[in-house]
């Protein structure tokens, strides 16, 4: 997957979690739950960019973690939407697999940049 694709992937996942918290009740655990989803799931996106304009590989490395992190933090929300029966799981899981998958690319982008960095590390000296 391209730079480009994945700028366009995480956009649709920030987009899709903007709905979703729209679609949520209004109840005081739905609102507190709902501010952070929004955070966590609209930062894939803004991160991601941010880490492909990275100057150097290892903020490139540090700034996909951001991503990773992000990720994840958006799929312990969207587990607990479920587990607290707040949106039907059907509409829910779908997005937390996005997540996943997400936070899973992200994370062999990040040892594939760890790694490269090394070997460069090992040719130089």
Request: some cysteine; glycine content about 4%.
């Amino acid at each position: 997957m391209t730079p480009e694709e994945l700028k366009q992937r995480t956009k649709a996942f920030a987009l899709r979690i903007v709905k979703l918290v729209r679609a949520m009740p209004r109840s005081i655990e739905s609102r507190a739950i709902a501010g952070q989803i929004i955070r966590s799931g609209t930062s894939v996106a803004a991160n991601y960019r941010s880490a492909c304009r990275a100057r150097s590989r290892a903020e490139f490395i540090a700034k996909i973690g951001i991503v990773i992190e992000e990720a994840d933090e958006t799929g312990l929300w969207l587990e607990l939407i479920i587990d607290a029966e707040i949106l039907p799981s059907d509409r829910v899981k779908p997005l937390w697999e996005e997540a996943r998958e997400l936070a899973a690319i992200m994370t062999a982008s990040s040892k594939s940049a760890a790694s490269r960095n090394t070997r460069q590390l090992a040719i130089s000296n």
